[in-house]
């Protein structure tokens, strides 16, 4: 069995073991690519600052080199050649002085007049820079910055200038170029990749050689044109250029890594105020890959382990725990039989108890009926000498010559009484009489009267109001005269038996007619029956009365007879406040058509 459960549990724990490695590698990949972002970020910091402190070396160099009297006199006198030759020489000394690539003076037209490389080959004197931005920019706002590929030297280099006026409104631009290159050479040793990218994705400075002068994203037509115009990248060729990303540029910056030229990289950016620039840092992730790798290895296999450990001490305690509940089982197997046999001991008891109870009831019931068979005979031998005495009062009536008014009196209510008992006989004659079982045309009021007169003197005799009301007059219904009857001596009979401990107990025979039906309701204002003994009211044996008083017989016998008419017989009732009897006849019509079907 124990193997049977490793086999089991093994795909399981498997299973377990590749999701708890999974859901680790991904968190710990995750935390790597978030610690490589922190990184990224802190040297985007320190890189941003180490470009602004590069440039802001030179950001006053011009501002201050116009204050010199060399510079304005060569800017008023032009045509000189000893003032230009002092103001190249000017220039050459403090670019030297300052470490700045270049430093020149340009005349309102955009032509240089002077320059620090006035004695090399590739000198700026004389050349046409007016349709640089760092010129007009000068020119209209008195300031200027640019990042371009020298058109003269062909190396790139930025251009910071400043406006030089005079009061006569002569005006001259003075331009120094600083050479970035040196960050280049630094950013070459780094782990990451470093590089800038101009307000249009062109990245002008990186580490990484490949990215020199190519797109981060797709360049449109307007860029194009307007570095065309510039003449920002002489001699890179940009129509050959092929994006860096091709993802969307707003998934750049959601902290996944992106493809960068066939590389996953996380690319990390921030924006360089006043040049409008991007600084751009980027690094392999193929380090958080193998740092996810490991740490899913190391949790699959804990977890593998501590699943192997687990279910050995599981099934340690689990055979312990199977032979104590062997032991208990055998218990309880034992207490069970016990009870069992205990309960098959109660149920004899009970069985033989309503055994006897309904032996009892059979022999009572057998004492009733030769009753009523004396009763019948008793009745039959009664009613003759009654008749005769009636006959004997009325004659003596009709004979006396000289009749007493009081004795007339007195033999008229003996003669009441003898039709009175003879009216009953008649009715426990007719009662007591065998029904042939035929279905005929019954009078459902017939019925009703016949059975009020039988229980009559039972209601006078216990103080019950016994009532009746009718609904016009009731069409005939299929059933048995004698068997109706005895339906409806039976719910009288109940009924009266439930009211007799009440001094205000009343109990109403009402009937009326629906389309389909006569329906007599036989109302008490009794004790009630509650929910369960409504449930059981129909079971053969089962009486709501006092023990002795009853054989439980009368209600099933009652259900048969009116079953066999087509017929319903339901009982409303509500503890303390009383029961309802519901007899539902169809019409001898409906019933007639009902058998034919």
Request: charged share 20%; with cysteine; proline share 5%.
């Amino acid at each position: 069995m124990i193997r049977a459960l490793q086999t089991r549990t093994s795909p399981v724990v498997l299973c377990f073991a590749v999701l708890v490695a999974a859901g680790a590698g991904f968190g710990a990949y995750g935390v790597a690519i978030g610690r490589i972002a922190d990184r990224l970020d802190q040297s985007l910091t320190l890189t941003r600052r180490s470009i602004e402190t590069e440039i802001d070396r030179f950001r006053y160099l011009p501002e201050v080199a116009e204050q010199d009297i060399r510079i304005r006199q060569a800017i008023m006198d032009p045509q000189s050649a000893p003032l230009i030759a002092a103001a190249n020489r000017y220039l050459e000394g403090v670019a030297g002085a300052s470490a700045a690539d270049q430093l020149y003076l340009l005349d309102q037209s955009g032509i240089a007049i002077a320059a620090s490389n006035w004695n090399t080959p590739d000198s700026f004197v004389g050349s046409d820079y007016s349709f640089r931005p760092y010129f007009t920019d000068a020119v209209a706002t008195g300031m200027g910055r640019f990042y371009a590929i020298g058109v003269t030297t062909g190396r790139p280099g930025y251009f910071l200038s400043s406006r030089v006026d005079f009061a006569d409104g002569t005006m001259a631009v003075l331009v120094v170029k600083i050479d970035l290159a040196p960050l280049q050479a630094a950013w070459r040793q780094a782990a990451v990749d470093t590089a800038i990218a101009d307000a249009d994705g062109i990245v002008f400075l990186s580490g990484q050689p490949d990215w020199l002068y190519q797109p981060l994203f797709k360049l449109g037509p307007a860029a194009r044109a307007r570095i065309a115009e510039t003449r920002r990248y002489d001699g890179a060729d940009l129509d050959a250029a092929m994006p860096l990303v091709t993802v969307d540029p707003a998934k750049l910056d959601d902290g996944r890594p992106v493809d960068v030229m066939g590389r996953p990289l996380l690319v990390r950016r921030v924006a360089m105020a006043p040049e409008d620039w991007q600084v751009i840092l980027a690094s392999p992730v193929a380090g958080a890959w193998r740092t996810a790798l490991a740490v899913a290895a190391i949790f699959g296999l804990t977890t593998i382990v501590s699943a192997l450990f687990m279910q050995t001490l599981f099934q340690r305690r689990r055979l312990v725990d199977m032979r104590l509940r062997q032991g208990q089982l055998l218990e309880q197997r034992v207490a069970q039989r016990t009870r069992e046999l205990a309960a098959e001991i109660e149920t004899r008891i009970a069985a033989e108890t309503e055994l006897k109870g309904a032996q009892d009831a059979l022999i009572h019931a057998e004492k009733m009926a030769a009753l009523g068979r004396m009763s019948a005979a008793i009745v039959h031998e009664i009613s003759q000498p009654l008749a005769a005495m009636e006959a004997t009062l009325a004659a003596a009536t009709i004979g006396a010559t000289k009749p007493d008014p009081a004795t007339l009196k007195r033999i008229d209510a003996a003669r009441g009484h003898i039709r009175r008992m003879l009216r009953t006989i008649k009715h426990l004659k007719s009662f007591s009489r065998k029904d042939t079982g035929t279905l005929s045309p019954v009078d459902m009021d017939r019925a009703i009267e016949n059975a009020v007169d039988l229980v009559r003197h039972r209601a006078e005799a216990i103080g019950v109001a016994l009532t009746q009301q009718s609904d016009g007059t009731a069409p005939p219904v299929m059933g048995g005269l004698v068997r109706l009857e005895q339906v409806l001596v039976n719910l009288l009979l109940n009924a009266l038996d439930a009211v007799v401990a009440k001094p205000d107990g009343r109990v109403t025979i009402s009937r009326k007619v629906t389309p389909d039906a006569v329906i007599v309701c036989v109302t008490d204002n009794g004790v009630g029956l509650d929910p369960v003994a409504l449930a059981k009211i129909g079971e053969p044996f089962f009486s709501h009365k006092q023990q002795g008083e009853g054989l439980g017989l009368g209600v099933s016998i009652s259900q048969s007879i009116v079953e066999d008419f087509h017929g319903s017989l339901t009982y409303a009732s509500t503890p303390g406040a009383g029961t309802c009897a519901i007899l539902s006849m169809p019409h001898a019509s409906h019933s007639n058509r009902a058998t034919a079907a």
